[in-house]
């Protein structure tokens, strides 16, 4: 690849995208930081010295096209001994017209990300296969996640170089999953402070307000089912016995539903239906319907076109 690299980005990930990049190429980048001010300087007494490290990183920060264009015989020179990094945060400057580069947009949230996870991979010896990557972004979202998630499956697989889909799927919760929940229980806890902060962040990381729309109908749905069976599990507070009465009553039902997941009495985890089951008796059924009507009104109000989705799925929210 040309050691010259040439990265769109944003001002706000600068460091970040810095420390990625260089150590993609070594273990223990040392960097030398020049913004247009100093550039010229800095440029002109690196090539000078007799001896550069081998670890050393010059990066150029928003470079002026004269400046490139001032500084290029300088910029191959050195660019035969050390890596050099140009960083623009505006794309106004075409860089690849001056000089030979390779191109890198970091603006890209799935480029970082995977950046990310390959970096903390090499960090520890091992490599992952394409499917074990693609399921490990599906089950993990926040990049801040990514080092703990990584050590869960190097503990896992132990001596093995190699880290596989099977192994991300044993260890890896898929979080998306889980803030859903949570999202769910702060809602049945009426929790309307970490109900907002959960729908945000979960927006924020792009869940589609309608797949948040479905999973609320689907488990208002099941808590109005376990409304309906209060008088059955009343009298069985415990977990075990909860399963034990749960299994009967499901063997003896006539009627097998196609779409299993949508009836609380065909749920095939029982934890799950436990759990459901204990939060509807905190839940007036009143409530319950009155929310499942505003749910079908926001559904409505969706498809007649509206811009403002968010504002009405958290005015709704807030009136449960």
């Given at each position: 690849m040309p050691p010259i690299t040439f990265v769109t980005g944003i001002k706000q990930n600068v460091i970040d995208d810095i420390d990625i990049l260089s150590?993609?190429?070594?273990?223990?980048?040392?960097?030398?930081?020049?913004?247009?001010?100093?550039g010229k300087q800095v440029i002109?007494?690196?090539?000078?010295?007799?001896?550069?490290?081998?670890?050393?990183?010059?990066?150029?920060l928003d470079p002026p096209r004269l400046f490139i264009e001032e500084m290029k015989e300088h910029l191959l020179m050195l660019s035969?001994?050390?890596?050099?990094?140009?960083?623009?945060?505006?794309?106004?400057?075409?860089?690849?017209?001056?000089?030979?580069?390779?191109?890198?947009?970091?603006?890209?949230?799935?480029?970082?990300?995977?950046?990310?996870?390959?970096?903390?991979?090499?960090?520890?010896?091992?490599?992952?296969?394409?499917?074990?990557?693609?399921?490990?972004?599906?089950?993990?979202?926040?990049?801040?996640?990514?080092?703990?998630?990584?050590?869960?499956?190097?503990?896992?697989?132990?001596?093995?170089?190699?880290?596989?889909?099977?192994d991300v799927r044993e260890m890896v919760t898929d979080m998306?999953?889980?803030?859903?929940?949570?999202f769910f229980n702060a809602l049945v806890a009426m929790d309307k402070n970490e109900m907002l902060n959960t729908l945000h962040n979960l927006l924020q990381y792009g869940t589609h307000i309608l797949a948040l729309h479905s999973f609320l109908v689907?488990?208002?749905?099941?808590?109005?089912?376990?409304?309906?069976?209060?008088?059955?599990?009343?009298?069985?507070?415990?977990?075990?016995?909860?399963?034990?009465?749960?299994?009967?009553?499901?063997?003896?039902?006539?009627?097998k539903p196609m779409e299993k997941k949508q009836y609380l009495t065909h749920q095939t985890n029982p934890r799950y239906a436990y759990r459901l089951s204990q939060a509807s008796q905190r839940i007036p059924k009143k409530d319950l319907i009155s929310f499942f009507h505003t749910l079908a009104d926001f559904d409505v109000t969706?498809?007649?076109?509206?811009?403002?989705?968010?504002?009405?799925?958290?005015m709704g929210l807030l009136e449960m």
């Amino acid at each position: 690849m040309p050691p010259i690299t040439f990265v769109t980005g944003i001002k706000q990930n600068v460091i970040d995208d810095i420390d990625i990049l260089s150590k993609k190429w070594m273990d223990n980048p040392h960097l030398i930081i020049a913004t247009e001010e100093n550039g010229k300087q800095v440029i002109i007494d690196t090539v000078s010295t007799l001896f550069l490290e081998e670890n050393l990183v010059l990066v150029l920060l928003d470079p002026p096209r004269l400046f490139i264009e001032e500084m290029k015989e300088h910029l191959l020179m050195l660019s035969q001994k050390i890596h050099i990094l140009i960083y623009c945060t505006s794309s106004s400057v075409d860089v690849g017209k001056i000089i030979k580069v390779e191109k890198i947009d970091m603006k890209e949230g799935e480029q970082r990300f995977d950046e990310r996870v390959k970096r903390t991979i090499r960090k520890y010896g091992k490599k992952m296969t394409h499917e074990a990557l693609h399921l490990f972004k599906e089950r993990v979202r926040d990049g801040s996640m990514v080092e703990s998630e990584i050590m869960k499956l190097i503990n896992f697989i132990g001596d093995r170089k190699e880290i596989r889909s099977g192994d991300v799927r044993e260890m890896v919760t898929d979080m998306h999953e889980e803030t859903m929940i949570g999202f769910f229980n702060a809602l049945v806890a009426m929790d309307k402070n970490e109900m907002l902060n959960t729908l945000h962040n979960l927006l924020q990381y792009g869940t589609h307000i309608l797949a948040l729309h479905s999973f609320l109908v689907r488990q208002t749905r099941l808590l109005l089912h376990a409304k309906d069976m209060e008088e059955v599990f009343r009298g069985v507070p415990e977990y075990t016995m909860f399963v034990k009465t749960f299994t009967s009553w499901k063997e003896n039902l006539p009627l097998k539903p196609m779409e299993k997941k949508q009836y609380l009495t065909h749920q095939t985890n029982p934890r799950y239906a436990y759990r459901l089951s204990q939060a509807s008796q905190r839940i007036p059924k009143k409530d319950l319907i009155s929310f499942f009507h505003t749910l079908a009104d926001f559904d409505v109000t969706v498809k007649k076109g509206t811009q403002y989705e968010q504002p009405h799925f958290e005015m709704g929210l807030l009136e449960m």
